[in-house]
């Protein structure tokens, strides 16, 4: 019998999302992560059956039923499609079955357990080279189980050109990732940019499974037009709700150089060259029953922000050439010197959180018919630690805060996060000595109406403010995740404030089998508010509308590509005023939680809450 077969043998009509959906709540302990600080991993999982009788019945068997990008054995392919298919799949190297049994929970010997299934089905949907995961089991005459691990692929080679309709079609750069290379789950990619300040060139590597571990890899190396850039982290990272242990190290050194705008329409910039560098160790420890859990542990790290040159090598530019920047004069140098500090510590810092979550699928949020996992329920960290005496470092004490929250209310689903961070420095007196406050928060609810199941309404709330900056920082109205039909240099300013909305369409049509097509409309609304950012403006309130096409491969990909056009709604605008968005992935919306988009161009220096490790 075929995996389709045995699909529907489980639960009917797999297109029917809510008959194959569970919701994981006093899940049993699947494995004991033990610390031992060796390259090779923190631990490994403890046997679920193999020590004890099981009242389930015993996994007798485990068949890995790896699919490539079309299953040219499911009879509901057209037919007349097959040479498409077989080229397609050609084209793409199958996720091996190494891969896919490495991500499990469990092995033949022990304890059949559905919450172990629907939690191995979640990590393995983790990975973005995957569209879809199914796994089940099939009780035997003897009372055991044959589990069934059914997987399809996702088009795993993606190119994000990077073009501007801004004075006719230019192009500003490309990316081009490949995120399954030869079916190992490894991802290689090569950028070119050369967008604004910051020409950038470079290859990035990563793996989910180092050497054969849980252990991720991430690695790049570039150069940029301010010097060289390399960033690189090794991490085990919760493994599935009960992972008991997570640690990571990072190291990240860059040179770029930070763009002021110093006008509202964006036409001269202040650049001022920066270089980060950074290096932390973090281990973190949960614990308590599986969906009420505390998190704690430490993270040591360096870090230093400095501005090679001094004021002597801040550059204005007039207009979009970056090549022809003068030396800044006293008055443009009066309006950033209160960022032009160069902090550098050492610090020790203390983690902690509480994490009450529970994890369901839901199909069509951030793609149109792909199963998503949202996590509902609040998690709240907070981590905070003092700088250590080091070669004349600074003085001062780091907190940071960490929030999100989500429910369900009925066909409505809701979902917030908010993050803050501040430094008190205390060789400054009184109040003066907390400095470089930072918050921003966003609100997302999804609605998919009962009538209308080819629509998904998507409403945004998002806020972003700095206080009492003492390092580059700066705001802006426009850009792919602001005011869309505004440049992403347009209305500089300190403080924040956007609400958007989209219907995002599914057509049906055509080759529903082969891909996913639909489209979307969209409006932007926004301000800017000057606070303490060089150059600020109080733009007013702004609006932009605008119409795309979406699309994913294959069909039920979880995996958005989009083509927008944006048009700002304001008097005296033109067809030359048009934005072109190419994105891959959604740009409002929950699947992203790593920070990829948190406010551009607010600050170079990450936050410390990137030190907790919770599942995607």
């Known amino acids: 019998m075929s995996s389709r077969a045995w699909i529907q043998t489980r639960c009917g009509d797999p297109d029917e999302p809510d008959r194959c959906t569970s919701v994981l709540m006093n899940l049993a302990l699947p494995h004991l992560l033990i610390l031992l600080g060796t390259a090779a991993g923190i631990g490994a999982p403890a046997p679920h059956g193999s020590q004890r009788s099981c009242e389930t019945g015993v996994i007798s068997a485990i068949f890995i039923d790896n699919h490539s990008i079309f299953d040219t054995t499911d009879p509901a392919l057209e037919s007349r499609l097959a040479r498409a298919y077989r080229f397609a799949n050609g084209l793409h190297v199958r996720t091996r079955e190494s891969v896919i049994r490495r991500e499990l ?26 569209s879809r995961v199914d796994i089940f089991g099939i009780r035997q005459p003897d009372g ?39 079916g190992t789950g490894r991802a290689v990619e090569l950028y070119y940019l050369e967008r604004d300040a910051n020409h950038e060139y470079g ?20 150069r940029t037009r301010a010097g060289s850039s390399l960033r690189q982290s090794v991490a085990y990272p919760f493994v599935g709700e009960a992972g008991r242990w997570a640690a990571r190290q990072t190291l990240r050194r860059q040179d770029f150089f930070y763009d002021y705008v110093t006008e509202p329409g964006g036409g001269a910039h202040l650049l001022l060259p920066v270089r980060e560098e950074a290096f932390e160790i973090a281990v973190l420890r949960r ?51 209160r960022q032009l500090n160069s902090p550098a510590a050492i610090r020790l810092l203390l983690l902690a959180g509480r994490r009450e979550v529970t994890w369901v699928k839901r199909r069509g949020l951030d793609s149109m018919r792909g199963e998503q996992d949202v996590a509902l329920g609040t998690e709240l960290e907070v981590a905070a630690g003092r700088a250590l005496p080091w070669r004349g470092g600074g003085d001062d004490l780091y907190a940071a805060v960490s929030g999100y929250a989500a429910a369900e209310l ?20 009184g109040s003066d000595g907390w400095k470089d406050i930072f918050a921003d928060g966003e609100l997302i609810a999804y609605w998919r109406p009962g009538g209308a199941p080819r629509h998904t309404f998507v409403a945004r709330a998002a806020a972003a403010h ?53 489209g ?37 990909g979880r995996t958005t590509y989009r083509v927008d056009l944006a048009l700002p709604l304001e008097h005296g605008t033109g067809w030359k005023d048009l934005r072109l968005i190419l994105s891959i992935g959604e740009l409002i919306g929950i ?25 995607r």
């Open 466 to 518: 700095g206080w009492r900056t003492r390092t580059p920082y700066q705001l802006a109205l426009g850009g792919d995740l602001g005011v869309r039909g505004y440049d992403r240099f347009r209305y500089p300013g300190g403080h924040r404030l956007l609400f958007s909305a989209e219907d995002r369409i599914y057509f049906g049509w055509p080759f529903r089998d082969v891909l996913d097509v639909g």
């Open 144 to 182: 055991t189980y044959h589990v069934i691990v059914d997987t399809q692929d996702e088009w795993s080679t993606r190119v994000d050109l990077r073009v501007t309709l801004r004075d006719g079609l230019a192009f500003e750069g490309f990316r081009v990732r490949e995120a399954n290379l030869l």
């Open 203 to 222: 290859i990035a590597y990563a793996t989910p499974q180092l050497a054969g571990t849980r252990w991720d890899l991430d690695l790049s190396v570039g």
């Open 287 to 337: 614990t308590g029953p599986v969906g009420r859990m505390f998190t704690f542990g430490a993270a040591l790290g360096y870090s230093e922000l400095s501005h090679p040159g001094g004021e002597a090598a801040v550059e204005w530019i007039d207009g979009d050439d970056y090549d022809s920047g003068v030396p800044a004069d006293e008055a443009a140098l009066a309006s950033i010197r």
């Open 105 to 130: 929970l469990f092995r033949r010997g022990d304890c059949y357990d559905p919450a172990v299934l629907e939690e191995s089905e979640r990590l393995l949907r983790a990975h973005d080279f995957l």
């Open 520 to 556: 979307t409309l969209f409006l932007d609304v926004g301000r800017v508010w000057p606070g303490d950012a060089p150059f600020g403006t109080d733009s007013g309130w702004k609006a932009a509308a605008g119409i795309g096409l979406r699309g994913t491969l294959p069909a039920g």
């Open 591 to 615: 699947g992203d939680r790593t920070g990829a988009h948190r406010p551009q161009r607010a600050r170079p220096i990450g936050r410390a809450g990137e030190a907790f490790h919770f599942p």
């Open 410 to 429: 009925g066909d409505l689903l809701v979902a917030g996060t908010l993050r803050g961070d501040a430094r008190h420095d205390f060789r400054a007196a």
